[in-house]
């Protein structure tokens, strides 16, 4: 059964780039421009993986992960952060949130559907 992956990025061409490979590749994709659609996306269709950018324009990322580990629908789902931010700080403050990786931008591809795949092997 395909994976579904749901990208939460405000970068439209970012988002749309990796959404049409990953697409490629055989993954269902979803996609949410802010933490608070991704949040209500994630809730409705119950994705198998979450790719999250950590600034976003209503909530951030760290907010937005933990709304979704709040939540008994969502809390199972993993969460990779992927952000241009430096530095351990904001690693570890992504771990605390409930985050299971951290991927600092630029990003490659190969890299990000191992990662995929390493925290999707045993679906939910």
Not at 52 to 58: A, C, E, F, V, Y
Not at 73 to 95: F, H, K, N, Q
């Amino acid at each position: 059964m395909p994976k579904k992956v749901l990208i939460v990025e405000d970068n439209r061409y970012l988002r749309e780039i990796l959404a049409s490979i990953l697409h490629s590749s055989g993954y269902i994709i979803m996609e949410a421009a802010t933490g608070l659609q991704g949040v209500e996306i994630a809730l409705a269709e119950q994705p198998t993986l979450i790719l999250l950018d950590l600034d976003l324009p209503d909530i951030t990322g760290i907010e937005t992960a933990r709304v979704l580990k709040e939540n008994p629908l969502t809390t199972d789902i993993p969460i990779i952060a992927c952000s241009a931010m430096s530095g351990s700080e904001w690693r570890d403050v992504a771990l605390r949130a409930g985050i299971v990786d951290y991927l600092q931008k630029p990003i490659s591809l190969a890299i990000i559907k191992a990662k995929i795949e390493q925290y999707t092997l045993f679906e939910r």
